[in-house]
């Protein structure tokens, strides 16, 4: 019961380009979204999050953006870099700060130089 | 400042036997969490733990896995005669405290042969 889902296992985008990486979720009571990246035998480490009551918080290169109705949400990272080639997940609870947080299964994403 | 520490790194261990796996926070963090990463699989919320007390432990197997974090050292996750399908990557995150993000670890992987 994959309560969020991040259906693309891979991306490939040239340097300078965006990156676009989705995640849809399924339970309605979800209100507080992250992202984690995680390289290689390293741990994830945070990135951005969400509140539902916010459709948009971008941190420099970073946006994420959420669309409850659609119960969706995206990573946009531009330009891309090759150093942000890393697996990306998604990550959502029920409260915010959540002690148990719901991950999707990742997206590999690949920056071409 | 050293981050959520864990160890062993790698831990190989056949069938039948025990494997434990160590977690120390980072200084000052006394909440303490237990994902595992399965092949193929987005991390899963196994048990949520503060000094002396397992707070959440919605994630955890029913039989052959414990959690601990005791009042002096690390948290330990306790598998009793492992099998092949507890090979995996195991995720120790710490916080704070509750509602805070956390921290994760760069993970124990079990392999059971």
């Known amino acids: 019961d994959q309560q969020v889902k991040q259906n693309s296992p891979s991306l490939s985008v040239q340097e300078g380009r965006i990156s676009i990486l989705n995640c849809d979720y399924t339970n309605s009571m979800f209100d507080y979204f992250l992202w984690y990246k995680k390289y290689p035998a390293e741990g994830p480490t945070f990135l951005i999050s969400?509140?539902?009551?916010?459709d948009k918080n971008e941190d420099g290169r970073f946006t994420v953006f959420l669309n409850k109705s659609a119960k969706h949400l995206s990573l946009h990272i531009v330009p891309s870099q090759p150093g942000d080639s890393a697996v990306y997940f998604c990550a959502a609870s029920a409260e915010t700060g959540a002690n148990n947080l719901f991950f999707g299964t990742g997206t590999r994403l690949t920056v071409i130089p | 400042n050293a981050g959520v520490m864990q160890n062993p790194r790698h831990l190989v261990r056949r069938r039948g036997q025990e494997a434990r796996l160590r977690c120390s926070p980072m200084k000052g963090h006394s909440h303490v969490y237990w994902y595992r990463q399965l092949p193929e699989e987005g991390l899963k919320f196994m048990v949520y733990l503060q000094k002396e007390n397992i707070i959440d432990e919605s994630g955890m197997p029913k039989e052959r896995f414990s959690a601990e974090f005791p009042k002096e050292g690390p948290s330990i996750l306790r598998i009793q005669q492992v099998v092949r399908g507890d090979s995996a990557a195991y995720f120790c995150a710490s916080s704070p405290r509750t509602g805070d993000g956390y921290t994760f670890g760069s993970g124990t992987r079990l392999t059971v042969v």
């Open positions: 969400i509140s539902s009551i916010k």
